[in-house]
């Protein structure tokens, strides 16, 4: 499924540059070069980019301009990479953050 905006009234169309392909937990996604892993992974339908460390809730793009921290990820074994602020490169390991161990907190639970 491809969601990208190939051509705008005002902006025109889309250069697509060279194709590319990235993995987000296991799973081939395609982009194109100079696209950021946010706008490749939306491009093909991918709203959650991670679960809150905590409680386990979804998060996602929210901000796409590298203020809110919302649509952290791993990136080649990298922790708290920024999804909005980081190009695609060909054979990228992208994955997702989950829920982490929280045993001293009350109804915390551990892994």
């Known amino acids: 499924m491809n969601q990208r905006i190939v051509h705008h009234p005002v902006l025109g169309s889309l250069d697509a540059g ?13 982009a194109y070069e100079g696209e950021t892993i946010a706008a490749a992974l ?12 905590e409680k386990g809730t979804p998060r996602g793009i929210y901000c796409n301009i590298g203020h809110c921290y919302e649509c952290r990820v791993t990136v080649d074994g990298v922790p708290t990479v920024r999804a909005c602020m980081t190009l695609v490169q ?3 390991e992208v994955t997702a953050g989950v829920v982490l161990p929280t045993p001293l907190k009350k109804g915390g639970h551990s892994q």
């Open 18 to 30: 060279k194709s590319l392909h990235f993995r987000f937990n296991g799973t081939t996604y395609p």
């Open 42 to 53: 939306l491009a093909s339908g991918v709203r959650t980019l991670r679960v809150h460390e």
């Open 90 to 92: 060909d054979g990228m």
